[in-house]
């Protein structure tokens, strides 16, 4: 006598599937539950996927058009490089960034980093792979976290891009390596590139004993100037990295 269990006829775990997604659907307007984009509550079984419902998921696209090959931002008359990149070396081949730093992503990143709501990490990793901007054959090190000084007020005590790049890890399968740690110092917000160059000149220092790879993606969250990249991407060129590119959830 066979002690198999009887399996489920499909029809029924359909219907099952969708009674448990009409379940989560009501414990979410229960809840009180918004997305953390538009401020709407779910209006499906898709849009309770996460903080983020699945219209606003679908707005995080890689920004499109004519780019600078090497900030990715947009061009209007020039020719592969924008004005500023022109008159500027950077150690970092370029940056391709999620999208523009504004609306939705905007208000994404405000609750990630200043609300600690961390399941963001899940969002941004899912749009970055989906993109095809980051996949399992990359290296990934993120840019290190300015260290937090005790009278500093913040909420967010949490490393935003250590915790992307797990979420990447965890998405893609890629690389995760943990290379760079950052002096303490002034904050850049508000710097011009000059100042922010200057700023964060000699802070970046090498923390990997291993051999590092020839190819690495440098993982930020924003993208703005390029300084805080360029002295993490010259740490590692100078430690016999031979590419390195910059991935930013969005665009400054």
Avoid: W
């Avoid at 359909?14 to 009409?22: G, H, K, L, P, Y």
């Avoid at 969002?123 to 090190?141: N, Q, S, T």
């Avoid at 590092?212 to 703005?224: G, I, K, M, Q, Y």
Wanted: with cysteine; charged share 25%.
């Amino acid at each position: 006598m066979s002690s198999a269990a009887p399996r489920t006829a499909p029809g029924r775990s359909d219907a099952v599937r969708r009674s448990f997604a009409t379940l989560r659907l009501l414990a979410a307007h229960a809840l009180g539950e918004r997305c953390l984009a538009c401020g709407e509550p779910p209006a499906s079984a898709a849009d309770c996927r996460g903080p983020v419902c699945a219209s606003c998921r679908r707005r995080l696209e890689v920004i499109g058009g004519r780019r600078c090959l090497v900030c990715s931002r947009p061009l209007v008359s020039e020719i592969d490089r924008c004005t500023r990149c022109r008159n500027r070396d950077y150690a970092f081949s370029g940056n391709t960034s999620l999208a523009a730093y504004a609306g939705t992503i905007k208000r994404l990143l405000y609750h990630y980093k200043f609300k600690v709501r961390t399941r963001l990490a899940g969002v941004f990793a899912e749009a970055l792979a989906d993109a095809g901007i980051v996949d399992g054959a990359c290296c990934v090190i993120p840019v290190p976290a300015r260290p937090r000084g005790l009278l500093q007020r913040t909420p967010a005590r949490f490393d935003q891009v250590g915790l992307l790049a797990r979420r990447l890890r965890r998405r893609t399968g890629c690389a995760v390596l943990i290379a760079l740690r950052r002096l303490p110092g002034p904050a850049q917000k508000r710097l011009d590139y000059e100042a922010r160059a200057s700023n964060v000149a000699g802070r970046i220092r090498l923390v990997a004993r291993a051999p590092l790879p020839a190819r690495v993606v440098l993982l930020d969250d924003v993208f703005t100037t390029g300084a805080t990249a360029h002295e993490c991407a010259r740490v590692l060129a100078r430690s016999g990295v031979g590419e390195i590119r910059v991935v930013t959830v969005a665009l400054g």
